[in-house]
């Protein structure tokens, strides 16, 4: 089946320094890939997505490339503040037809000190 | 703005007990999702559905009944709640041209 595998359950980081969240997905079927960041005590939010090979998406500061060869999708940013600290979730929804449902990685939660 | 909102917001019950969870989108979406978040297993998903009166059934669905009466209605139930159903519950909305917008979701205390 259909899977996400997020290697770093926690990451703790002082605030200035880059930063690089895991994400490797297995499917059978062409995938789109997505990162939502939930702060505390919100909803999760969509932070970036992709199902372009090799392309590389950006948003609020954070960046990450589909790599289909390695079938990773990597969440970075070059210098991390504090209000980067919150869980980011790495996600996949494969592009068989009719399918609209996302599995979701276990998360990995930031911290981000002074 | 288009919405999705769940209720309630929190919610304590015994072990036994019967539990409803609701959600409704304002979004005109297909879809609707009901996930569970708990701590080193992220969401995952109990039920789904394509539309009024369409249920299938999602990746952690024991345990839990769901029912979509109406295109914004999408309602989770627990006939017999279990301390193993403590848990952050999310509903979500989406359609085949856009991204899920998640509700805040329903803390749910089984005692």
Redesign the interface.
Known sequence: GDS?T?TE?LVTLTKGLPVMLNCTYQTTYSPFL?WYVQHLN?????LL?SSTDNKRTEHQGFYATLHKSSSSFHLQKSSVQLSDSALY?CALRPTNYGN????????TKLTIKP | EAAVTQSPRNKVTVTGGNVTLSCRQTNSHNYMYWYRQDTGHGLRLIHYSYGAGNLQIGDVPDGYKATRTTQEDFFLLLELASPSQTSLYFCASSDSNSDYTFGSGTRLLVI
Request: charged share 25%; proline share 5%; glycine share 16%.
């Open positions: 996400v997020q359950g997505f919100e909803a999760p939010k969509l997505k979730f609209e449902k996302i599995t979701f990685g276990a998360g």
